[in-house]
C-alpha cells in the first residue's frame, strides 16, 4: 500500500481482529497497522496470532494475541474486555471468523444448521453487541465490519445453511447500522467471491481450479483483496457508508452465466 496512512484518517485508532491469525483477518490487521492501527488478534490458534502481532509490531504498531473462542458465549465479553485493556481503548472490529459446511439441504440434519449459524451468524451478532455497547458506553465513534459472503445473495447449492446464515448477516448489519446510527458507530459487512485463502485453497491445484476461467476477472480474489475492503470500511474514507454489504468478487455476482440466453433457446 503506498498511499500516504494519514489518508485514511485512522492515526492511533484501535482496532480488534475476530479470526485475526491467518487469510484475511490476518490481512486486515496488516492493512490497518499501516493505516496507523494499534490491533488486537483474537484467534482459536494463539500461535498465528502470535506471528501475526510480530509482524504488525514490525510495522511500528502496538499489537496483541488474544487466545480465544468466539464461539463460547462466556468469551465474548472477556474477548472485548481484554481488547479494550490491552489497546487501551477501542474504536473498530473486523470479524473474519465463519466458513461452510458442504452438503445437500436433503443431507442438512438440524445439528449442521445450528453449527452454520453459530459460526456465521450467532457469534456475530454477541460479538458486535458486545463491542457496540463498549462503544456507547464510553460514547465513542467506531465502525464495525462483518464478513458476509456472495452465498448469502444469492442460492448456494450443496451450502444451503451456509447461505441462509450469511443472508442474516446481511439482514443483520443493516438493523444494526439503524440501531446503532445515533450513537455514531457504523456498521457495514464485505461479501467475497471466490478468495484463496489458506484454509480454503491450500493447494496450488485447488486455487486454480475450474471456477476461475469464469468469473469476469478470470482470477479469483485473495486476502489483500478483503483487507482493501475492510480497511475502507473501517476508515473515515466510509463515514457516511453503513449498512452496506460490499461485494468483493471480481464481478461474479455482476456476471450472467447465460449472456445471450439459455442454451438452445436462440429468440434471446
Ligand atoms: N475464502 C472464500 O472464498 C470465502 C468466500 C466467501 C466468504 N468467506 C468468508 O470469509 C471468512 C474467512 O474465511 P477463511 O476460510 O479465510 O477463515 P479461516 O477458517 O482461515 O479463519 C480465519 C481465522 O479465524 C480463526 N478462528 C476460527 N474459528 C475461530 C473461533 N471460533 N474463535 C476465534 N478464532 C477462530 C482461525 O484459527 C483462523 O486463523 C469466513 O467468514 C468465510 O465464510 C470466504
Known amino acids: ?61 502496538q499489537a496483541f494475541a488474544i487466545s480465544g473462542n468466539v464461539l463460547d458465549d462466556d468469551q465474548i465479553p472477556l474477548i472485548v474486555a481484554q481488547a479494550e485493556e490491552k489497546l487501551g481503548g477501542l ?3 473486523v470479524s473474519i471468523v465463519g466458513g461452510a459446511a458442504w452438503g445437500s439441504l436433503l443431507e442438512t ?7 452454520q449459524m453459530h459460526l456465521n451468524l450467532r457469534y456475530f451478532f454477541l460479538v458486535a453487541k458486545e463491542v457496540a455497547q463498549s462503544l456507547i458506553r464510553r460514547d465513542q465513534p467506531g465502525a464495525i465490519v462483518g464478513i ?28 444494526m447500522a439503524v440501531e446503532w446510527a445515533p450513537h ?13 485463502t489458506p484454509r480454503l485453497f491450500d493447494t496450488p491445484q485447488r486455487a486454480e481450479g475450474y471456477a476461475a476461467s469464469l468469473l469476469p476477472m478470470r482470477h479469483r480474489g485473495t486476502p ?31 456476471a450472467n452465466l447465460f449472456p445471450r440466453g439459455l442454451p438452445g433457446n436462440n429468440q434471446g
Open 1 to 61: 500500500m503506498s498511499a500516504d496512512a494519514s489518508f485514511f484518517e485512522l492515526g492511533g485508532k484501535k482496532a480488534l481482529i475476530i479470526g485475526g491469525g491467518q487469510g484475511m483477518g490476518e490481512s486486515s490487521a496488516l492493512f490497518l497497522a499501516r493505516a496507523g492501527c494499534d490491533v488486537a488478534l483474537v484467534d482459536l490458534v494463539p500461535d498465528r496470532a502470535d506471528v501475526v502481532a510480530e509482524k504488525v509490531r514490525a510495522l511500528g504498531r
Open 224 to 254: 489483500d483483496d478483503i483487507a482493501r475492503a475492510a480497511l475502507f470500511l473501517a476508515s473515515d474514507m466510509a463515514r457516511y457508508i453503513t449498512g452496506t454489504t460490499l461485494d468483493v468478487d471480481g464481478g461474479l455476482l455482476a
Open 184 to 196: 455514531n458507530i457504523r456498521v457495514n459487512a464485505i461479501a467475497p467471491g471466490h478468495i484463496v
Open 148 to 175: 458476509a459472503s456472495v452465498d448469502g445473495q444469492r442460492a448456494a447449492p450443496m451450502r444451503g445453511a451456509y447461505g441462509a446464515a450469511k443472508a442474516g448477516l446481511i439482514s443483520l448489519v443493516q438493523t
Open 91 to 93: 474504536d473498530l472490529m
Open 109 to 115: 440434519t438440524p445439528e449442521i444448521w445450528d453449527q
